[in-house]
């Protein structure tokens, strides 16, 4: 289809802990600028294959190439000074640091030393660059995260649950930055529960359950499919009529 | 000969071992921390051995009995007082690690204050005194009685563990403790009970250590909670009938190093807690758990 | 949430000079301190023991407070390098600084043998420390290798003896550990760290070489406590296995550290000083009342102070930070 | 049986439930329906005292629970039934002893046989760690417990979580058999539930978004999609 290679392609990953494969042969490509979301029940595999892509666990099988340079078990300082990046569902600042030097962190290491500055203010944490963690609510922290992604010249992102507990004004806003870094090229794989939410965001989205891939394709399409009903609705599939 | 002497010995011993070990798992299963006072705990042991037999002429069998319920009821009132303050704290793991590092210090300096440097040892005669003869090798009396002990005492703790209803509780609140709360048991009153318990089984090992370890002084207890850590982790953390095979196999290598390479003894309690952690942390019985 | 857009005053608006001079105070305020101190109390040896203990807080402040990692068997770096330095003059005849220098090379080459005991976490790892110290005590203690390292019986280095040399060296010592502090604690290479501390992955993702920085703190912790142990042998010239392999060494260091506070550069200093002090008053004729003092101590601070154990300096600093922000 | 006004409460600094409105009438089943994160789970844990309520009510039968610890909410009757359900570590007979912990022991005994004859297939693995019981046997094991401390309100966190649909309808079947016989919220995003349930209350981003009888949520298309979090 085309010369240039994909931004990130995840071949057939396969994750097993203990013998329980929690993870089965999924795969996605994704460009530069695309966001896709990755949905599914709890325990369906979603973090899981977040972890495995950012180096945190080793796949038992399958490959992690990022434009066309094979990273597949890597570890993490590695994938994400080579531009994949994730935010947490349970936001993970460095607490005894202040906001602006969670930042510097990752901008030590990106390899045009980014402007902490310009990534706070991507985030529209720029006022609060001085104070300390523990004076953000969890909607900034969540954002911290984003920034620190943002400081390492992240290709791709793995957005892990940003949207659970904010208000809707917070949401907006959310989205809105999502969007922006769409159009700076930087792909977007957003784990998401709330649909609403996820709609604003992404174009298409891959259906995991219990590790496996059952749905790829726009998130309409997704919400009538008869299969996907069935995980998230339970037992019978005309539950929806 | 020497062989099975020191398998015999590596025995007896090893069930000796096995009873100094097993408190500070059950610690750990009560608290999740490494109770770094643990030898300080067994030295106390030794201490009220010494007195009940010097001032009252008590027989360290039955003193093994009276030390329980008084360490049950200090370990209980310890573990009220401090499991409050550290689940506040942010790194309660580590936070927890110095502060049964500074309570071995003030035992430490307190039993030092109180019975001096000195070491104490109780006359061989205090116990049934003939030496036990197997395949023509004769052993002491001290290694035989305190296996005699430590037998019945061990399966006790069993008993109360696996066959009782607190100990049906201690195990649901080891295995979940939200899960124990909502199922209606006060999951802080049996942890610390269990944590008492811990405490009592190393003050009754510390009863017997007076003979084993030919004495009791106020600064032997690092040294022995090093060896009882190394049983534990070799048999897995959090499981007290690993720690009772780990004992005894501790045991025999102890006597086989005696045996054979006796300059070279004391590194084996270090060699198997090093050798244990890196190759197989889970330990001998554990399951995978997350260690490192 | 407070409007807070003025306060500027938690970091990085200090001047280039301004991070400069904090440091060099306190480096020079002890190192004159020390040089002084010999004039108005002539014992020598008990000034460098302290100025080494001086140091192996520090040591312990950017293990601990830095990576937070506890290293329970510290005393092993210090024995290693006393016997190194002490070999080292023994059997090739270096002079005495040079074998310091040696000594402390030799703690780090063991510190890079132990690194496979950082897959350990907390408690294991300070447990896995303090035993691999004392199998290296029983190892250089044995009879069987008495040829090597003259077993039990220890080293003799009275022909090495120099007075004011040590004293000198120890003084020195102490002004190289709290420069590696004050970098530590300045640069990007401590601010990784504290990264590192407060949640590895996440510094990972931050493109942190978590295991690498990690280990660079621990060989310069390791070093440290290697050359202290190089000074301490040779100033008492005469040692026994046990003085040198001791694990109250660990246990006064990690005390000192922790009362003054770690993660500071003045902390170690002053609980060094302090304490040491004290225990010269009462703890040499009186060991088990000083032991008392400090055991209470770390039980009151966990108790009653579970976040800080920053020790009282950070405690009133914060407060009177605190103070300053609400006022404002 | 169960009112709760206005709750509001999270996990640490964030909020997950906003003015949560609940109320549990005597011997209904009540499901409580919600996408995964939409905050069912936090609810539970509010009621049976697991997460600290930040303001609003929390009555069960006119008094005020909320400032009460765990125990004393299981001791007045609040059951609760994780989404684990069951300590892997012991034993499924240990399990179900764990639910008679006030009673005599010829007591628990008894309620333990009657718990066989309704799930004969756990008699059989009486003595297996419940750890190694298939899923569909574990939530068994979860309900017998529940069963056995008899609560005035069972709250049940996701029993279809982890299994397969032919276990989800046994788990349905079985739960059918309580109905009417005790007082039962189910949260769940598994509609089939439905069936057994005699109200529902829909939640989506922690707020109430509909409450009222099987019938009118069935007959409201709107609010099947709302189900799915789509304006």
Do not use: A, D, I, W
């Given at each position: 289809m085309t010369d240039s290679p994909v931004l990130l392609r995840i071949e057939e990953l396969t994750t097993v802990f203990g013998g329980l494969k929690a993870l089965s042969q999924v795969s996605l490509d994704i460009n530069p600028g695309e966001a896709v979301g990755l949905v599914g029940p709890n325990g369906s595999g979603k973090t899981t294959l977040v972890n495995t892509v950012c180096g945190l666990y080793r796949p038992a099988s399958g490959r992690v190439i990022l434009e066309g340079t094979e990273i597949t078990g890597h570890r993490p300082h590695l994938i994400a000074r080579a531009g994949i990046n994730r935010t947490f569902q349970i936001p993970k600042p460095f607490k005894d640091l202040s906001v602006y030097e969670n930042v510097r962190v990752s901008s030590i290491h990106s390899r045009n030393h980014t402007s902490i500055e310009g990534a706070l203010a991507r985030v529209n944490l720029a006022e609060l660059a001085n104070h300390p963690i523990s004076e953000l609510t969890a909607a900034q922290q969540k954002r911290l995260d984003l920034a620190r992604a943002l400081a390492l010249e992240p290709k791709v992102i793995f957005v892990d649950e940003l949207a659970a507990g904010l208000t809707p004004g917070e949401l907006h806003e959310v989205a809105e930055m999502l969007k922006e870094f769409q159009s700076s090229g930087i792909a977007l794989i957003v784990v998401e529960h709330l649909m609403g939410f996820l709609e604003q965001v992404v174009s298409s989205v891959l259906v995991l359950s219990a590790g496996r891939t059952i749905f790829t394709g726009p998130l309409r399409t997704a919400l009538e499919d008869v299969e996907v009903k069935r995980v998230f609705l339970g037992g019978e599939s005309d539950a929806g009529n | 000969m020497l062989f099975e002497y020191a398998i015999v010995g590596g025995i007896l011993l090893g069930i000796f071992y096995a009873l100094l070990s097993v408190g500070l798992n059950v610690v750990f299963g009560a608290q999740k921390i490494i109770n770094l006072a643990h030898g300080d705990v067994i030295m106390l042991g030794g201490y009220a051995a010494w007195e009940l037999y010097q001032t009252y002429k008590i027989s360290p069998i039955i003193s093994t009995i009276i030390v329980v319920p008084i360490t049950v009821v200090i370990g209980y009132l310890l573990n009220r007082l401090i499991a409050p303050r550290l689940g506040k704290s942010s790194d309660p793991e580590m936070l927890s690690l110095i502060l049964f590092f500074g309570l071995s210090q003030v035992i430490e300096a307190l039993s030092t204050l109180v019975f001096g440097n000195a070491e104490r040892s109780l006359p061989i005669n205090s116990i049934p005194t003939s030496p036990f003869k197997l395949f023509g090798e004769s052993y002491p009396a001290d290694w035989w009685v305190s296996a005699l002990v430590a037998i019945p005492l061990l399966a006790i703790f069993l008993l109360f563990l696996y066959r009782s209803s607190v100990g049906l509780q201690v195990r649901a609140v080891i295995s979940d403790s939200v899960e124990a709360a909502v199922a209606g048991i006060n999951a802080r009153r049996i942890s610390g009970l269990y944590f008492g318990v811990g405490f009592a089984l190393a003050a009754c090992a510390g009863v017997w250590g007076v003979f084993i370890f030919g004495g009791v002084s106020p600064t032997e207890g690092p040294a022995i909670t090093v060896t009882a850590f190394a049983i534990i982790v070799f048999g897995s953390l959090g499981n007290p009938i690993g720690t009772l095979v780990a004992g005894i196999i501790f045991g025999i290598f102890y006597q086989l190093a005696q045996v054979y390479v006796p300059s070279w003894s004391n590194l084996v309690p270090y060699a198997l807690v090093i050798a244990t952690m890196l190759t197989r942390p889970q330990g001998l019985f554990g399951r995978r758990q997350r260690v490192a | 949430m407070p409007k807070t857009a003025e306060i500027k005053t938690l970091q990085n608006t200090g001047s280039k000079t301004k991070t400069l001079i904090s440091p060099a105070i306190a480096t020079l305020v002890p190192v004159i301190g020390f040089a002084l101190a010999i004039h108005v109390y002539s014992n020598e040896l008990l000034l460098t023991y302290m100025a080494i203990y001086v140091a192996l807080a520090q040591g312990v402040n950017i293990m601990y407070g830095f990576t937070g990692y506890l290293p329970f068997g510290y005393f092993g770096f210090f024995g290693v390098g006393a016997y190194v330095s002490g070999l080292a003059m023994l059997n090739y005849n270096l002079p005495p600084v040079v074998a310091v220098i040696v000594g402390g090379l030799g703690g780090a080459l063991v510190g890079a043998i132990l690194s496979p005991l950082f897959r350990l976490r907390g408690a294991y790892f300070a447990i896995g420390t303090l035993a691999a110290s004392e199998a290296i005590y029983t190892i250089v203690a044995n009879p069987s290798l008495q040829s090597i390292t003259n077993g039990p019986y220890g080293l003799n280095l009275a022909n090495y003896y120099s007075s004011g040399m040590a004293y000198g060296s120890a003084i020195a010592l102490v002004a190289i550990s709290i420069i590696a502090v004050s970098y530590v604690r300045g640069s990007r290479f401590g601010l990784t760290l504290k990264a590192i501390r407060d949640d590895p992955y996440s510094a990972s993702m931050a493109g942190v070489n978590v295991p690498r920085q990690r280990f660079y703190a621990w060989l310069i912790s390791a070093a440290i406590a290697g050359m202290a142990g190089s000074i301490f042998g040779w100033a008492t010239s005469v040692f026994y296995p046990q003085a040198v392999f001791d694990s109250s060494l660990s246990v006064l260091a990690i005390v000192f550290a922790l009362f003054g506070g770690v993660g500071s550069v003045w902390g170690p200093t002053i609980g060094a000083v302090l304490l040491y002090s004290v225990y010269n008053a009462i703890g040499i004729s009186n060991p088990e009342y000083f032991q008392l003092i400090y055991g209470l101590v770390i039980v009151l601070l966990v108790l009653f102070a579970p976040r800080g154990l920053l020790g009282f300096w950070n405690f009133f600093a914060q407060k009177i930070r605190r103070k300053r922000v609400t006022n404002d | 049986m169960l009112e709760i006004k206005q709750m509001n409460s999270g996990y640490g600094p964030m909020q997950v439930l906003w003015n949560l409105d609940l109320m549990v009438n005597p011997n209904e089943v009540q499901i409580v329906l919600g996408a995964n994160g939409a905050g069912k789970s936090t609810l539970l844990k509010v009621i049976v005292g697991l997460l600290p309520l930040w303001s609003g009510s929390l009555l069960m039968d006119g008094d005020d629970i909320a400032h009460l610890p765990v125990t004393a909410r299981v001791k007045r009757g609040v059951g609760y039934m994780s989404e684990k359900g069951i300590f892997p570590e012991l034993t499924v007979e240990e399990n179900l002893r764990l639910g008679g912990l006030s009673k005599k022991r010829g007591e628990i005994q008894d309620q333990i046989d009657s718990v066989y004859q309704r799930f004969p297939e756990l008699k059989e693995r009486r003595g297996s760690v419940a750890g190694g019981l298939s899923g569909g046997q574990r939530k068994l094991v979860g309900v017998g417990r529940s069963l056995i401390s008899q609560p005035k309100v069972l709250l049940m966190d996701e029993?279809?979580?982890?299994?397969?649909p032919r276990y989800v309808s046994e788990v349905i079947d079985r739960l059918a058999e309580l109905r009417g016989h005790m007082t039962l919220v189910i949260a769940e995003q598994n509609i089939s539930f439905l069936k057994i349930a005699d109200t529902v209350s829909v939640i989506e981003g922690g707020r109430t978004r509909f409450e009222g009888s099987v019938t009118d949520f069935t007959n409201d298309d709107n609010l099947k999609t709302a189900f799915f979090g789509i304006e």
């Open positions: - | - | - | 029993p279809s979580s982890g299994l397969s």
